[in-house]
């Protein structure tokens, strides 16, 4: 009798382990969709508000896109990329117990606030700051270092805790070069940006401007925002097409090998100090996470044997970029550029 017991605790120890890992793939999935299911409801959300209110933000008839997220009233009101990097530390000396969403968020232009949820946590080296490393709160992403350009002349002051020396913009993966078995290579990028306007240089033009020559579309606020959702439960794979096996094809993490096709669309540069595997202060070697290193295109610890990445490097999350629209015609005009004030104020 002992022995039969025995036995039925082994077949059903050996049971659950077959099972186990369709399982576990089935719960990952589930968190992972219900998130991303959330986070286009949200960005869809952004996208609405920022096309209203800029539809009903007072600005020349002749204005671009482009210079009207520059203008004052835009910034304060509509959105500011700006905000969209948060110093925690410096946030934590100003107010110690403070809540992210009670104390930050409502001070943020109205699009920014529908995006805030969707921030995430990261940390950057900084040897001025207790432990080598500043805490930030921003949008999923590229943290890049902005552009030392022309100077800001708004007059518009932001708390200390705005990292307004960053920047953020989103590599949306265009294709992957060979790699591991002829397949899941580095990528090849093109960047976008979190918020940008919906047109076409041959047949639709700045339609924000009442000067463009497409009747159709001229004078109306065409906006999208996108989204990198990528998951912390699922891996990324070559894709073989349906029901052909690629487990031995993952998508290797090597921001090294990573491709820009349109590098002159950058916004600042590349923080090279964001490896994706550094040395925590123990001295231990750590994956820098699912929005990682340089490019935000992460790195997982799983399923990193020889035999599927070659050298062991990673493999990155599995990932797509969401994207919302939203079209509203323009209801209020100010007289061209030439005639109105560089900087408008509300």
């Given at each position: ?186 990528e090849r990028i093109r960047w976008v940006g979190v918020v940008e306007e919906v047109d076409d240089p041959d047949t639709n033009p700045e339609p924000f401007s009442l000067e463009n020559a497409n009747l ?42 990573v491709e820009p096709l349109n590098p002159e669309a950058m916004k600042g540069t590349l923080l090279d100090s964001k490896p994706l595997v550094f040395e925590n202060s123990l001295g231990e070697s750590v ?60």
């Open positions: 009798m002992r022995s039969r017991r025995h036995n039925r605790s082994g077949q059903a120890l050996v049971e659950f382990g077959l099972v186990a890992l369709v399982l576990y793939m089935l719960v990952g999935g589930a968190i992972t969709f219900g998130i991303w299911i959330y986070a286009a409801g949200q960005i869809q959300q952004a996208a609405n508000v920022g096309a209203r209110e800029l539809s009903q933000t007072p600005l020349p008839f002749d204005e671009t896109f482009e210079n009207a997220l520059e203008q004052k009233i835009v910034r304060q009101r509509v959105y500011d990329d700006r905000w969209l990097v948060i110093d925690l530390t410096k946030l934590k000396e100003e107010k110690p117990n403070h809540n992210f969403f009670t104390y930050v968020v409502p001070q943020m232009p109205l699009l920014n606030q529908q995006l805030a949820v969707l921030y995430i946590r990261d940390d950057i080296p900084d040897e001025t700051v207790p432990g080598g490393r500043r805490h930030l709160m921003r949008y999923p992403g590229a943290l890049l270092k902005r552009s030392e350009g022309e100077p800001d002349e708004s007059g518009i002051e932001y708390p200390d805790y705005v990292a307004d020396d960053y920047f953020v913009q989103i590599p949306l993966v265009i294709e992957r070069k060979e790699g591991h078995n002829n397949g899941g290579g580095a159709d579309m001229r004078g109306v606020v065409a906006l999208r925002v996108h989204y990198p959702a990528q998951s912390t439960w699922l891996s990324s794979y070559q894709d073989r097409g349906a029901f052909v096996p690629n487990g031995g094809d993952p998508n290797v993490a090597n921001d090294d090998a994956y820098a996470g699912t929005y990682g290193g340089k490019y935000g295109l992460g790195i997982h610890g799983a399923m990193t044997s020889p035999e599927l990445t070659g050298d062991a490097i990673g493999i990155r999350p599995y990932r797509r970029v969401l994207v919302s629209h939203a079209i509203f015609r323009r209801e209020v005009f100010l007289p061209s550029i030439e005639d109105s004030e560089e900087t408008l104020t509300p």
